[in-house]
Structures are given as structure tokens and as C-alpha cells.
């Protein structure tokens, strides 16, 4: 069951996933991610856009073992989030590294990845993921 | 000027896997009940809010107002849904006492409702995930459970606190759900079970989340001017009630640990009634995993931060101790069916402020609070209620 199952959809986030493209925020010089119009901190409307560095380290995480239908088979994996170097908090999928592996402040760096497969004949989606900084 | 908004009934189904009830049978269940309870014609209620998160996406039913109107022999009430997550039944709440309080309708009525046992585990998990960010957080693969325990990782670190006495919360509601005839688990049980249940998402454990399970809990509200034209004797008053909200994702909030949307309702619902934390005597927190619960300890003052486990540990949140909490069972152990929890928390409330509550009574309960959560924490929902003589 894949929720938001639109090729559209799809498209339209592909800059701000596949490049890391996040906003810094001109009036209290918050970095966010993804980017958007408003600052979600202090409500400056006109976020600019600015590709974030690829590299940070791990400040929670979690392993999945009870997943949601569409990633179903792909348990256990590590959900962290990662503050990137800058400051910019983003919630993704680590790769490439056991759950025992995996500890806080853990320095990692982004790598391109699969991320599901929407149906049979539908779209394969791809983002972000991140592996131990090498 | 807002008038004043009391709860003349209150009705609720068992929380439990309810497989010969539909998502109406406990909608209208637990509304005709709470109709009896306050002895009013259900033709004197004039609007009906419906909680509810889910029925779309499990049982492909919305227009909830209609169909529970219509089913309750009410059609011609104004009635809809309210969403917010799992804080839709205070939200709904909330719209209930706006309602009673404008004087516009001066007798409502609201019911909260999940039916989630006709959904496969793994579908109900994504259902939920309907309440976060879909592009940027669902997307990765996290489920509530896993966002929760983000939270919870952080909390352990940071306070240097064991997991073993976050997860005693888990403890005490069970032991509290024992003598609670509409809870899903009326069993005790260990800290050693709970520790050594199965892994969700690391380091949350099976018995340190809410179950999934059906339910409804409903109540009948009226302002002072229907209750000049029908006294009664025992009241309970919504003395304050205040939805915020927080930025929806976790990992996006300054502080993860700090639950300002709960902190900016509490202390307007607070404000309105007049009242500082210290003088509820009833508390009902959203306690969907054992961390929340004692974060939330912790956020109303009743315990320093890193803290708020040592009220569990030393019976403080048990009827007679420092801070009477989850007096019914919570989340944990009375259930959650999710659009139903933050009625049932002012359900168990009522209970406690009448003397209804039996073997868990709190003594000369005059005060309660009750706190709802969507999300981690993104919708909240905070009300105040007060005995009146």
C-alpha cells in the first residue's frame, strides 16, 4: 500500500531529493530541509535554495522492524536523523551498516539510493540514504 | 463573553477487538449511552462531533457526521468529522465546548471512534502514518513507533536514565486497567515482561506501546443556559480546553525533547480555568509509548527533567499518591483506538470527578486534566475539568 503513489508526485520532489536541496532562512538563518517557501522557525516568507553539505552525523536512531505495507520484507533497517554539517536536520534511511553498527554521533555521508517500488508497474522511487562516512 | 460548558453524560464501549461491531455499532453504542446517562432527548442536541483519523483509510468510510446521525436516529443534527491524528477526539472535544461555549448550540454532543481490527498489522502501520509528512518522513520508511523511539533514544542519552524505569510506566497502567471494566487488558503485568517483549523499533519494546483495538467513547455537553432549564446535581464543568500545535516533524524541532506544543496548551487550558498543575488531582496523559508519558511528567513540573520515572517508580502516579495518573489503565492498558482516546481520557476523568471510578476512586477528586497527542506531539489537545457542588 503505497500512499502517495503518483508519477507527479514523484517528479515534482526529484530536485529536492536527489540533491539534497534545502532552504536557509535570511531572516534567523535557519537551514531546513527539504526547501520551501516559509521558515517553519520564525515564518520569513522567501526561504532561499541551497544544496546541503553531504556529510553529518547521526544524532538518533531507530531500527524498523515492524514496517509499514510498503516495506514489508526490506526489515530490520535503521531510520536515523542526521545533522548535517551547517546545521540542516534530515530523517532518512542508513545504508550499508548493521543496527548493531550503528551508534550516535556516528559521522556518515549521503550515497543515492532505492528507497520503494510504488507497485508492479508502478514508479521506482530513489533519495537519499546515508552509509559511515568512508 | 463564553458561557459556561458542563458534561451532563458520558458513555463508552469496552475498548477490545470488537469483531461482531462495526465502526457505526460503537459510534452510536457509546452515544446512545452517553445520551441516556445525561437524560436528555437526543432531539435537544443540537450538534454532534464525530473523532475519528481513520475510517477512510481502513473501513473506505468518511462523512462520519451523517452516517453516525443517521444511525443514532439524529439525522437533521449539524454534524461532522473532526481530524487531528490521534488527537482527534480532543480536537473534536474542543469543537464541542467552542460550540457550547458561543451560546450558538447550548446542548452537543461529541463521540470518538477507531474501528482498527478489520485492517492487517502492517496496513493499520501505514494508516497512522497518515498523520506525518508523507513526501519527506513516511517516505523514508519510518513508522510512528520508530519516530517515537527517536524520542525516546534521545531522552535515555541524554539524561542518563535506564530504559527499565521509563518502561515501569508501562507497569503501573496495567496495574491501574485491572479494576477498569472498559479496559483492553485487564491484567498486570511485570517490568521483566515488558523488557522482554519484542523489539519494534530499537529501543521501543511491544509492551511499551499502545495496543491497537476498537472502541468509542462519547459525551453530552450543555452550557449554563440548558442547565437553567434542566437542573441537576452532580456536575462536572470543562473549565478549560485548548488545542496548539507543534512543527509536525520530529527531527525538524529545535529541541525533540521539548513538547511546546503540549506546553503552550497546557497553559492556556490552565489559564482559562484558573488553575496551576499543582492543583490537578486527576491526570490523564497520552502515554502511546511509556516515553511520552513520563515527557509529559516532566513538561507540567511534576518532576524535573531526566526525572519524571521516579514518580512511577515510587507509586506517585497510583490513586493517593503525589500525581493520581492513567487512573483507568491510559493509553497502554485501557486502549487506544485512536479518534476515541481523548474522549476516553475525559470519559475516565468524569468517572473520577463523580466517584464513579471504584476501586481506583482518588479521593475528593475535584480537578482533572487530560491530555490528547497527534502525532509525536504535533496536535495537542489539553482540558481542564472541575467538579461543581
Known amino acids: ?134 | 463573553m463564553a458561557k459556561r460548558v458542563f458534561v451532563i453524560g458520558a458513555g463508552a464501549t469496552k475498548v477490545g477487538e470488537h469483531w461482531d461491531k462495526s465502526l457505526r455499532d460503537l459510534a452510536v453504542e457509546a452515544l446512545l449511552a452517553a445520551v441516556k446517562d445525561a437524560g436528555v432527548d437526543k432531539r435537544e442536541i443540537k450538534a454532534l462531533y464525530v473523532g475519528n483519523m481513520m475510517s477512510g483509510e481502513l473501513q473506505g468510510q468518511e462523512h462520519l457526521g451523517a452516517l453516525v446521525a443517521t444511525w443514532a436516529g439524529m439525522a437533521g443534527v449539524a454534524a461532522f468529522k473532526v481530524e487531528a491524528a490521534c488527537a482527534s477526539g480532543g480536537a473534536a472535544l474542543h469543537q464541542a465546548y467552542l460550540a457550547a461555549a458561543s451560546g450558538l448550540y447550548d446542548c452537543v454532543a461529541v463521540v470518538g471512534v477507531e474501528k482498527m481490527t478489520d485492517a492487517l498489522p502492517n496496513d493499520v502501520t501505514s494508516a497512522l502514518l497518515t498523520a506525518e509528512d508523507q513526501e519527506y518522513v513516511v517516505f523514508t520508511g519510518a513508522t510512528f513507533v520508530g519516530l517515537n523511539a527517536l524520542v525516546y533514544r534521545m531522552y535515555l542519552t541524554k539524561y542518563g536514565v535506564k530504559q527499565e524505569d521509563v518502561a515501569r510506566f508501562a507497569v503501573h497502567c496495567h496495574k491501574m486497567a485491572v479494576n477498569n471494566p472498559y479496559a483492553q487488558f485487564r491484567r498486570e503485568v511485570t517490568l521483566e515482561e515488558v523488557m522482554s517483549s519484542p523489539l519494534i523499533a530499537d529501543p521501543i519494546r511491544l509492551l511499551e506501546c499502545a495496543p491497537v483495538g476498537d472502541g468509542a467513547a462519547a459525551l453530552v455537553l450543555c452550557n449554563e443556559d440548558f442547565l437553567r432549564r434542566n437542573p441537576r446535581d452532580v456536575l462536572v464543568e470543562v473549565t478549560g480546553s485548548a488545542v496548539a500545535t507543534d512543527i509536525l516533524s520530529v527531527h525538524e524541532r529545535r529541541d525533540p525533547l521539548v513538547m511546546e506544543g503540549f506546553r503552550k496548551a497546557a497553559e492556556v487550558a490552565m489559564k482559562r480555568a484558573g488553575i496551576e498543575a499543582k492543583d490537578v488531582d486527576v491526570l490523564e496523559v497520552h502515554d502511546a509509548f511509556t516515553v511520552l508519558g513520563v515527557l509529559t511528567l516532566e513538561a507540567l513540573g511534576y518532576a524535573p527533567p531526566g526525572r519524571g520515572w521516579q514518580l512511577v517508580a515510587e507509586g506517585g502516579l497510583e490513586p493517593g499518591g503525589e500525581i493520581p495518573t492513567n487512573t483507568m489503565g491510559g493509553l497502554k492498558a485501557r486502549g487506544h483506538p485512536v479518534g476515541g482516546t481523548g474522549i476516553y481520557q475525559v470519559f475516565d476523568i468524569v468517572k473520577q470527578l463523580r466517584g464513579e471510578a471504584g476501586p481506583n476512586q482518588v479521593e475528593g477528586a475535584e480537578v482533572g486534566l487530560a491530555q490528547n497527542l497527534g502525532g509525536v506531539a504535533g496536535t495537542v489537545a489539553v482540558h481542564v475539568l472541575r467538579r461543581v457542588r
Open chain 1, 1 to 134: 500500500m503505497v500512499w502517495a503513489e503518483s508519477a507527479p508526485r514523484v517528479w515534482r520532489e526529484k530536485v529536492k531529493k536527489y540533491r539534497l536541496l534545502g532552504g536557509k532562512c535570511p531572516s534567523c538563518g535557519s537551514l531546513v530541509y527539504p526547501h520551501r517557501q516559509v521558515c517553519p522557525y520564525c515564518g520569513h516568507e522567501g526561504l532561499q535554495p541551497v544544496e546541503l553539505p553531504r556529510r553529518g552525523r547521526i544524532v538518533s536512531y531507530t531500527a524498523i522492524r515492524h514496517p509499514p505495507s510498503d516495506f514489508v520484507g526490506k526489515e530490520p533497517y535503521v531510520v536515523a536523523i542526521v545533522e548535517l554539517d551547517g546545521g540542516a536536520r534530515v530523517l532518512a534511511q542508513l545504508t550499508d551498516a548493521k543496527p548493531e553498527e550503528v551508534k550516535e554521533g556516528l559521522e556518515v555521508e549521503a550515497v543515492f539510493r532505492k528507497y520503494r517500488e510504488q507497485s508492479p508497474n508502478g514508479i521506482i522511487e530513489y533519495g537519499i540514504k546515508f552509509r559511515p562516512a568512508q
